[in-house]
T-cell receptor
Framework: TQLLEQSPQFLSIQEGENLTVYCNSS?????LQWYRQEPGEGPVLLVT?????EVKKLKRLTFQFGDARKDSSLHITAAQPGDTGLYLC???????????FGKGTKLSVKP | KAGVTQTPRYLIKTRGQQVTLSCSPI?????VSWYQQTPGQGLQFLFE???????NKGNFPGRFSGRQFSNSRSEMNVSTLELGDSALYLC????????????FGPGTRLTVL
């Protein structure tokens, strides 16, 4: 069974702090996606990483795909209250159209 | 370009009833996937449709079913509702051949009393 484990589950920090969220698996994924979800809304795609070792930056967010394509991380620099939300990593399962999701990291950034 | 739309946004039903949820994908997207999201289990895959055919199905009972129309719009149906079916039901669409990158709708919040 393909699983994605995210850590930490909860994170509460002050505005301006840095943080890293991890997404790990024992399985190889052809790509991994990161989503952010706000309460009562659907997940919004942030990035897709495809190549082992790839690093992508989106303003203050840096995403990295592990060399073996089994893990990924999301680093946020100088977090702001607008970064608050549920961060989810996902990878396509063995069948098309079936994304496997981690349980998510609930981030709260306090002003 | 309009995003994925889902209707209704909220539903309240009682046990034993059935419900139909609707999803309109992004224009040009032909693959539609459905997920159930609960606090305990997170997002779990229900099924995926492409060109009116169900290609893949998750590990849910037969009470959960779906279909896709020729314009790629999709519906899912849950019969004989149980309390545990209370969840946020999310629909996502993707380009053909790029099913790993999915775009989600806002979801339908189903409450079963």
């Amino acid at each position: 069974t393909q699983l994605l484990e995210q850590s930490p589950q909860f994170l509460s920090i002050q505005e301006g702090e840095n943080l890293t969220v991890y997404c790990n698996s024992s399985s190889v994924f052809s790509s991994l996606q990161w989503y952010r979800q706000e309460p009562g809304e659907g997940p919004v795609l942030l990035v897709t990483v495809v190549t082992g070792g790839e690093v992508k930056k989106l303003k203050r967010l840096t995403f990295q795909f592990g060399d073996a394509r089994k893990d990924s991380s999301l680093h946020i620099t100088a977090a702001q209250p607008g970064d608050t939300g549920l961060y989810l990593c996902a990878g396509e399962g063995r069948s098309q159209g079936n994304l496997i999701f981690g349980k998510g990291t609930k981030l709260s950034v306090k002003p | 370009k309009a995003g994925v739309t889902q209707t209704p946004r909220y539903l309240i039903k009682t046990r034993g009833q059935q419900v139909t949820l609707s999803c309109s994908p992004i224009s040009g997207h032909r693959s539609v996937s459905w997920y159930q999201q609960t606090p305990g289990q997170g997002l779990q895959f229900l099924f995926e449709y492409f060109s009116e055919t169900q290609r893949n199905k998750g590990n849910f009972p037969g009470r959960f079913s779906g279909r896709q129309f020729s314009n790629s719009r999709s519906e899912m149906n849950v019969s004989t509702l149980e309390l545990g079916d209370s969840a946020l039901y999310l629909c996502a669409s993707s380009w053909p051949g790029l099913t790993d990158t999915q775009y989600f709708g806002p979801g339908t919040r189903l409450t079963v009393l």
